[in-house]
T-cell receptor
Framework: SAVISQKPSRDICQRGTSLTIQCQVD?????MFWYRQQPGQSLTLIAT?????????ESGFVIDKFPISRPNLTFSTLTVSNMSPEDSSIYLC?????????????FGDGTRLSIL | AQSVAQPEDQVNVAEGNPLTVKCTYS??????LFWYVQYPNRGLQFLLK??????LVKGSYGFEAEFNKSQTSFHLKKPSALVSDSALYFC??????????FGTGTRLQVFP
């Protein structure tokens, strides 16, 4: 099965700094997504990463805080900017190989981020 | 808006016994429903889906799920639990724009 790799797997950062998370898929995918999983909670979609254009953000998430790039069909980055302790979460990348909504998304192992 | 509910934070079951993890949904139109499992320090792994057709859906690792339209439920089941099934389980429904809406998760603990 296809592999979705995220880097880094975990990090501890100082407040006010920024961190860029990378998501690499080993084959071309149609859709890529970024989720946040706060401690002990469910997943919340941050945005859909669109290849060659601006990401589509969900309510409550803005580009200035979570800039996303997707330069090609196998790679995307999420930056968490000006971090505060409230940003401590697991950030997950997912991908879907078609644009059909009846097909599942597949997830990377996530980036565990702690802000001091 | 679409939503799913997982009424149990935790389910405990003895190894070898059948297990059920509950999920109910609220959608307009026909639901696309999914189950995922999350092991410690891992991402989510896809288990199975219901789109249309047979109400009993079979998936990975011996799991199955029963779609019940009248009860708006999509419960995850396994005839005989293993200790290695202990993990966090998420039910999800497809929302508009193809995004997934996840339930709050149910922690399954299988005791030897």
């Amino acid at each position: 099965s296809a592999v979705i790799s995220q880097k880094p797997s975990r990090d501890i950062c100082q407040r006010g700094t920024s961190l860029t998370i990378q998501c690499q898929v080993d084959s071309q995918v149609t859709m890529m997504f970024w989720y946040r999983q706060q401690p002990g909670q469910s997943l919340t979609l941050i945005a859909t990463a669109n290849q060659g254009s601006e990401a589509t953000y969900e309510s409550g998430f803005v580009i200035d805080k979570f800039p996303i790039s997707r330069p090609n069909l196998t790679f995307s980055t999420l930056t968490v900017s000006n971090m505060s302790p409230e940003d401590s979460s697991i950030y997950l990348c997912s991908a879907r190989w078609t644009d059909r909504g009846d097909q599942p998304q597949h997830f990377g192992d996530g980036t565990r981020l702690s802000i001091l | 808006a679409q939503s799913v509910a997982q009424p149990e934070d935790q389910v405990n079951v003895a190894e070898g016994n059948p297990l059920t993890v509950k999920c109910t949904y609220s959608v307009s139109g026909n639901p696309y429903l999914f189950w995922y499992v999350q092991y410690p320090n891992r991402g989510l792994q896809f288990l199975l889906k219901y789109i249309t057709g047979d109400n009993l859906v079979k998936g990975s690792y011996g799991f199955e799920a029963e779609f019940n339209k009248s009860q708006t439920s999509f419960h995850l089941k396994k005839p005989s639990a293993l200790v290695s099934d202990s993990a966090l389980y998420f039910c999800a429904v497809r929302d508009t724009g193809d995004k997934l809406i996840f339930g709050t998760g149910t922690r399954l603990q299988v005791f030897p």
